[in-house]
């Protein structure tokens, strides 16, 4: 009997180191990430209310169409026409910047406007108050960041007629004005 | 080759002194590098392409007369615009005269009288090369029998536009005067018109 109780503690204590070898293996492991946050801004044109539906709305490639426009006619939707002289008429839509910032301390940001060519005749390009020509000209210098700023694009048109000053007639024409941002 | 040579000399001199130079090199990278670049200000581009096309187009305004107020020249309502009143107020053949001084009155033969007030027509072009356009009239519905109505004594039409002048000049008063003709058989009523004038480009 005393056999038989030695044997049985011998195999209790093998049972119990046996199922010490059952608990399950851990391992751990660690990953070293990186992110380098780089400041950034960009900018964005987005329709407004009032003016032109923009092609490329939500984007920094966006197009205005003004459809045919006249001293007297009809005008499109979202084109007004402020004055009319003798000499000139003008044409508006309304567009609006957002710029959008990240990582940037800065409190605001200057925008900048050129035309990517001179204009074709007869025509003056402005945005807000200020005439475009193919230098950098200042539009704003303290845009809001990460809302819509409602800027006026105004088209004045030489009432000359074609050839003697004033703008080719019935034919479309297309000006491309590039804007900078950048931040203050 | 000159300059390498001092570079080897250098890097395989280095001691305990030359890593700790490296070292203090690196974070003094390091720490101004953020500093640096908050510096430097960040900038986007963006392009707006504008397209439209121009059409020649001409207007046409009624003014006052310059000679407004005086016998023959009644004021306009709503001048400067192409849509304008003429009141020739109240008149009647016994009496040979009209309620307004304005208004020019008299009598043609034996049994008609006449009311007349002149107004100016301006038509302005832009970006056009019509030389001079061509004015017309129409009346909008049939006078009343014995009532004719004609500008420049030429007699208008509610059937289509009748001419007034083939070549005017763009941008400089035109004088026109209306003028109504009643016969005294008429019988006493509101004599109401519009009259559409149209400017053509020559």
Same mark, same amino acid.
């Given at each position: ?6 044997? *049985? ?16 293996? $851990?391992? $751990? ?23 032109? $539906? ?13 459809? !045919? ?11 007004? *026409?402020?004055?009319?002289? #003798?000499?000139?008429?003008?044409? *508006? ?35 807000? #108050?200020?005439?475009? !020509? $193919? ?14 700023? *409602? ?7 030489? !009432? ?25 | =080759? ?8 250098? =890097?395989?001199?280095? @001691? ?20 640096? +670049? ?13 397209? =439209?096309?121009?059409?020649? @187009?001409? @207007? ?61 027509? =301006? ?47 763009? +941008? ?31």
């Amino acid at each position: 009997m005393k056999e038989y109780s030695q044997i *049985r503690k011998i195999a209790m204590i093998a049972l119990l180191l046996a199922s010490a070898s059952l608990v399950a293996q $851990t391992a $751990t492991g660690t990953i070293n990430a990186t992110l380098v946050n780089k400041s950034a801004i960009s900018l964005i044109f987005d329709s407004d209310p009032g003016g032109v $539906t923009l092609g490329g709305n939500g984007s920094s490639t966006a197009s205005v169409n003004l459809g !045919t426009i006249s001293a007297f006619g009809p005008l499109a939707p979202g084109v007004t *026409r402020p004055s009319v002289t #003798a000499s000139n008429y003008t044409v *508006r839509t309304l567009f609006d910047v957002q710029v959008i910032q990240g990582g940037v301390a800065s409190p605001n940001y200057t925008l900048s406007a050129q035309l990517a060519a001179v204009a074709p005749t007869g025509f003056t390009y402005a945005v807000d #108050a200020v005439t475009l !020509t $193919t230098a950098v000209q200042t539009i704003q210098a303290n845009g809001a960041y990460n809302t819509d700023v *409602r800027h006026a694009l105004n088209l004045t048109v030489s !009432t000359a007629a074609p050839g003697a000053g004033g703008p080719a007639v019935g034919t479309p024409l297309t000006t491309t004005i590039n804007f900078t941002a950048t931040s203050n | =080759m000159q300059v390498g040579k001092k570079v080897l000399i250098v =890097m395989v001199g280095s @001691s305990n002194f030359v890593a700790h130079a490296w070292k203090a090199l690196l974070l003094a990278c390091c720490l101004v590098y953020p500093i640096v +670049g908050q510096g430097q200000a960040a900038s986007a581009t963006a392009q707006l392409t504008i397209t =439209m096309s121009v059409q020649s @187009s001409i @207007s046409l305004i009624f003014q006052n007369n310059p000679a407004v107020g005086t016998t023959g020249f009644c004021p306009l309502t709503n001048p400067g615009t192409n849509n304008v009143g003429l009141d020739l107020g109240t008149a009647a053949f016994p009496s040979g005269s009209d309620s307004f001084p304005c208004v020019a009155y008299a009598h043609i033969g034996s049994a008609t009288y006449q009311v007349s007030s002149g107004f100016d027509v =301006m038509v302005t072009k832009a970006n056009s090369s019509s030389p001079n356009y061509r004015l017309a009239a129409e009346i909008s519905v049939a006078p009343p029998a014995n009532v004719v109505w004609l500008v420049n004594n030429v007699t208008l039409s509610n059937t289509g536009f009748t001419q007034l002048d083939a070549s005017d000049a763009y +941008g400089t008063r035109v004088t026109k005067t209306l003028q109504v003709q009643v016969k005294n058989t008429v019988p006493a009523q509101l004599l109401q018109e519009t009259i559409t004038f149209l400017a053509t480009a020559n």
